[in-house]
Protein backbone atom coordinates (compact mmCIF):
# COMPACT_ATOMS: atom_id res chain seq x y z
CA UNK A 1 0.00 0.00 0.00
CA UNK A 2 1.30 3.40 -1.49
CA UNK A 3 1.63 5.42 2.27
CA UNK A 4 2.84 8.85 0.54
CA UNK A 5 1.11 10.45 -2.08
CA UNK A 6 3.15 11.26 -5.73
CA UNK A 7 4.69 14.38 -5.96
CA UNK A 8 1.65 15.19 -8.15
CA UNK A 9 -0.89 14.41 -5.72
CA UNK A 10 1.12 17.23 -3.14
CA UNK A 11 1.40 20.17 -5.50
CA UNK A 12 -2.43 19.25 -6.73
CA UNK A 13 -5.47 21.99 -7.14
CA UNK A 14 -8.30 20.25 -6.71
CA UNK A 15 -11.04 20.51 -4.51
CA UNK A 16 -11.22 21.61 -1.21
CA UNK A 17 -10.56 18.28 0.42
CA UNK A 18 -8.50 16.85 3.17
CA UNK A 19 -5.19 16.19 1.94
CA UNK A 20 -2.49 13.92 2.86
CA UNK A 21 -0.60 14.32 6.44
CA UNK A 22 -3.39 16.29 8.13
CA UNK A 23 -3.87 14.72 11.52
CA UNK A 24 -6.19 11.98 12.06
CA UNK A 25 -9.87 12.82 12.79
CA UNK A 26 -10.24 13.29 16.87
CA UNK A 27 -11.98 9.91 18.19
CA UNK A 28 -14.50 11.38 20.00
CA UNK A 29 -15.60 13.28 16.91
CA UNK A 30 -15.35 10.13 15.16
CA UNK A 31 -18.03 8.25 17.59
CA UNK A 32 -19.92 11.53 17.59
CA UNK A 33 -19.99 11.45 14.15
CA UNK A 34 -21.37 7.75 13.97
CA UNK A 35 -24.02 8.40 16.62
CA UNK A 36 -25.37 11.99 14.40
CA UNK A 37 -25.52 8.70 11.83
CA UNK A 38 -26.96 5.92 14.10
CA UNK A 39 -29.67 8.72 14.72
CA UNK A 40 -30.15 9.31 11.18
CA UNK A 41 -30.73 5.75 10.67
CA UNK A 42 -33.09 5.49 14.25
CA UNK A 43 -35.19 8.01 12.60
CA UNK A 44 -35.44 6.82 9.37
CA UNK A 45 -36.52 3.09 10.64
CA UNK A 46 -38.43 4.47 13.68
CA UNK A 47 -40.80 7.11 11.34
CA UNK A 48 -40.86 5.42 7.57
CA UNK A 49 -43.16 2.15 7.93
CA UNK A 50 -41.45 -1.33 7.98
CA UNK A 51 -39.77 -2.06 5.86
CA UNK A 52 -38.72 0.55 3.89
CA UNK A 53 -37.62 3.22 6.67
CA UNK A 54 -35.19 -0.38 8.23
CA UNK A 55 -33.87 -0.62 4.82
CA UNK A 56 -33.44 3.12 3.94
CA UNK A 57 -31.53 3.69 6.99
CA UNK A 58 -29.76 0.37 6.15
CA UNK A 59 -28.65 2.01 2.88
CA UNK A 60 -27.66 5.02 4.50
CA UNK A 61 -25.62 3.01 7.27
CA UNK A 62 -23.59 1.49 3.97
CA UNK A 63 -23.30 4.68 1.37
CA UNK A 64 -23.01 7.36 3.51
CA UNK A 65 -19.78 8.05 2.96
CA UNK A 66 -20.08 8.58 -0.59
CA UNK A 67 -23.79 11.15 -0.50
CA UNK A 68 -24.22 11.93 -4.43
CA UNK A 69 -23.68 16.11 -2.96
CA UNK A 70 -21.32 18.86 -4.29
CA UNK A 71 -19.37 19.39 -1.14
CA UNK A 72 -19.96 16.07 0.74
CA UNK A 73 -16.87 14.36 -0.76
CA UNK A 74 -15.93 11.60 1.70
CA UNK A 75 -18.59 12.66 4.41
CA UNK A 76 -21.68 11.69 6.05
CA UNK A 77 -24.06 13.93 7.65
CA UNK A 78 -22.23 13.20 10.80
CA UNK A 79 -18.80 13.90 9.60
CA UNK A 80 -19.85 16.89 7.79
CA UNK A 81 -21.46 18.92 11.07
CA UNK A 82 -17.90 17.63 12.46
CA UNK A 83 -15.57 18.48 9.85
CA UNK A 84 -14.11 15.33 9.11
CA UNK A 85 -13.42 13.33 5.88
CA UNK A 86 -12.85 9.69 4.83
CA UNK A 87 -10.07 10.05 2.70
CA UNK A 88 -8.56 6.77 0.55
CA UNK A 89 -5.51 5.79 1.46
CA UNK A 90 -4.62 4.88 -2.39
CA UNK A 91 -3.52 7.11 -5.27
CA UNK A 92 -4.07 6.15 -8.89
CA UNK A 93 -1.80 6.21 -11.42
CA UNK A 94 -1.65 9.78 -12.26
CA UNK A 95 -0.57 10.44 -8.70
CA UNK A 96 -4.15 11.82 -7.49
CA UNK A 97 -5.34 10.44 -4.07
CA UNK A 98 -8.62 7.91 -5.40
CA UNK A 99 -12.39 9.10 -4.62
CA UNK A 100 -14.12 7.87 -2.01
CA UNK A 101 -16.82 6.05 -3.78
CA UNK A 102 -20.09 4.41 -3.25
CA UNK A 103 -17.90 0.77 -3.24
CA UNK A 104 -15.10 2.62 -0.58
CA UNK A 105 -18.33 3.43 1.36
CA UNK A 106 -19.52 -0.09 1.41
CA UNK A 107 -16.38 -1.79 2.24
CA UNK A 108 -15.72 0.49 5.21
CA UNK A 109 -18.60 0.66 6.59
CA UNK A 110 -19.90 -3.53 6.08
CA UNK A 111 -19.22 -3.95 9.98
CA UNK A 112 -21.37 -1.16 11.02
CA UNK A 113 -23.98 -2.35 8.20
CA UNK A 114 -23.95 -5.93 9.54
CA UNK A 115 -24.77 -4.47 12.49
CA UNK A 116 -27.68 -2.55 11.20
CA UNK A 117 -28.76 -5.28 9.43
CA UNK A 118 -29.17 -7.73 12.33
CA UNK A 119 -30.88 -5.03 14.47
CA UNK A 120 -33.73 -5.22 11.63
CA UNK A 121 -34.27 -8.67 12.07
CA UNK A 122 -36.52 -9.48 15.15
CA UNK A 123 -35.72 -11.77 17.98
CA UNK A 124 -33.43 -13.83 16.25
CA UNK A 125 -31.40 -10.66 14.25
CA UNK A 126 -30.80 -9.19 17.99
CA UNK A 127 -29.76 -12.32 19.27
CA UNK A 128 -27.11 -12.32 16.81
CA UNK A 129 -26.59 -8.64 16.74
CA UNK A 130 -26.24 -9.01 20.58
CA UNK A 131 -23.50 -11.59 20.41
CA UNK A 132 -21.72 -10.43 17.31
CA UNK A 133 -22.59 -7.14 16.55
CA UNK A 134 -21.83 -5.39 20.08
CA UNK A 135 -18.49 -7.13 20.29
CA UNK A 136 -17.62 -6.02 16.48
CA UNK A 137 -18.63 -2.20 17.37
CA UNK A 138 -16.48 -2.71 20.69
CA UNK A 139 -13.51 -3.51 18.48
CA UNK A 140 -14.04 -0.92 15.96
CA UNK A 141 -14.14 1.63 18.97
CA UNK A 142 -10.94 0.18 20.12
CA UNK A 143 -9.14 0.33 17.09
CA UNK A 144 -10.43 3.92 16.38
CA UNK A 145 -8.60 4.65 19.72
CA UNK A 146 -5.63 2.82 19.68
CA UNK A 147 -4.31 1.86 15.97
CA UNK A 148 -1.74 4.32 15.21
CA UNK A 149 -3.77 5.99 12.26
CA UNK A 150 -7.05 5.58 14.04
CA UNK A 151 -8.16 3.47 11.31
CA UNK A 152 -11.12 0.82 12.20
CA UNK A 153 -11.17 -2.64 10.74
CA UNK A 154 -13.99 -0.74 8.36
CA UNK A 155 -10.82 1.50 7.17
CA UNK A 156 -8.67 -0.99 6.98
CA UNK A 157 -11.21 -3.29 4.76
CA UNK A 158 -12.03 0.03 2.26
CA UNK A 159 -8.19 1.23 2.38
CA UNK A 160 -9.71 4.90 4.21
CA UNK A 161 -8.55 6.63 7.23
CA UNK A 162 -10.66 9.47 8.98
CA UNK A 163 -8.99 12.56 8.90
CA UNK A 164 -9.83 16.23 10.25
CA UNK A 165 -11.18 18.68 7.31
CA UNK A 166 -8.43 21.05 6.26
CA UNK A 167 -10.74 23.59 3.77
CA UNK A 168 -8.44 24.99 1.06
CA UNK A 169 -6.91 24.00 -2.05
CA UNK A 170 -4.19 21.10 -1.49
CA UNK A 171 -0.84 21.44 -2.22
Do not use: C
Request: a positive charge; charged letters at 15%.
Amino acid sequence: MNSAPPASAQNSKSLPIAHFGESRANPIRRLAAKAIDGFIVMFASAVIWYPVGPLLGLLYSLFADALPRKGFEGQSLGKKWLGIQVISTKFDLSGERKKVTYLTSLYRNAPIGLATFLALIPFWGWAVLALIGFPLMVIEIYLIVRAPRGQRLGDVIGDTEVVELQLGRAG
